[in-house]
């Protein structure tokens, strides 16, 4: 059972660069989060999806969009990368939204330069 | 908007001693969650304490809630070095009408237990 899977694990991008990180569950929650973690700042949440088919903005939405593919993947975009947005990058999903216990991919590790 | 504090953010401590971490939120919640994560790894769920007066205990870790005092502690028993890691408490709020804001992380206590 692989709970969340991210893709990919480390990542190197140069200014102004786009990518998309991918994560999927095989756990057939409804919901779905992205959130970054920096150094002394805790995990703060992006972008979540609270069912298939929604999507919103969390607490720092700024130069990133998503995805909700279907009820097991939900990507993760960076347009126009920046230094700013080097961070480790989760995905969690959870059995409904907000509500209950939230299960973490492995990360990504997301350097800028 | 929903502030998440722990204290303290960094913490050593001697193998065999007692100590305790605490979370305040700033509001109403019957939620509160606690992670560990191990450096360059996941986080990994401890424990989900989901109404005030809630107590679990794994091993040599418990948590409490009391909603009350808008309080959550995680009190660490014996320590061994194998506890050694960043915990986090983080906390949701189901608005009236259904909406939510997801979780709220604190900042995160990083413990290191020396023998």
């Known amino acids: 059972n692989a709970g969340v899977t991210q893709t990919p694990k480390f990542q190197v991008l140069k200014t102004g660069q786009s990518m998309t990180l991918q994560c999927a569950q095989d756990m057939n929650h409804n919901s779905m989060y992205w959130y970054r973690q920096d150094p002394g700042m805790g995990l703060r949440l992006i972008y979540y999806s609270a069912s298939e088919g929604t999507t919103d903005k969390g607490e720092v939405p700024n130069g990133y969009n998503v995805s909700r593919l279907n009820k097991r993947e939900f990507s993760l975009r960076l347009e126009s990368a920046a230094p700013s947005q080097t961070s480790v990058y989760f995905c969690a999903s959870s059995e409904a939204w907000g509500r209950t216990e939230a299960f973490f991919g492995q990360g990504t590790r997301l350097t800028v330069v | 908007e929903l502030k998440v504090e722990q204290n303290p953010l960094f913490l050593s401590m001697q193998e065999g001693k007692n100590y305790t971490i605490y979370c305040n939120y700033s509001?109403?919640?019957?939620?509160l969650y606690w992670y560990r994560q191990d450096p360059g790894k996941s986080l990994e769920s401890l424990f989900v304490?989901?109404?005030?007066?809630a107590v679990k205990q794994e091993g040599r870790l418990m948590a409490s809630l009391d909603t009350k005092a808008r309080l959550s502690t995680l009190h660490i028993t014996a320590a061994v070095h194998d506890l050694s890691a960043t915990y986090f408490c983080?906390?949701?709020?189901?608005?009236?009408?259904?909406?939510?804001?997801?979780?709220?992380f604190g900042k995160g206590t990083h413990l290191i237990i020396q023998p």
């Open positions: 304490l989901l109404s005030n007066g």
């Open positions: 509001t109403t919640s019957d939620r």
């Open positions: 983080a906390v949701d709020i189901l608005y009236s009408g259904g909406g939510a804001d997801g979780l709220t």
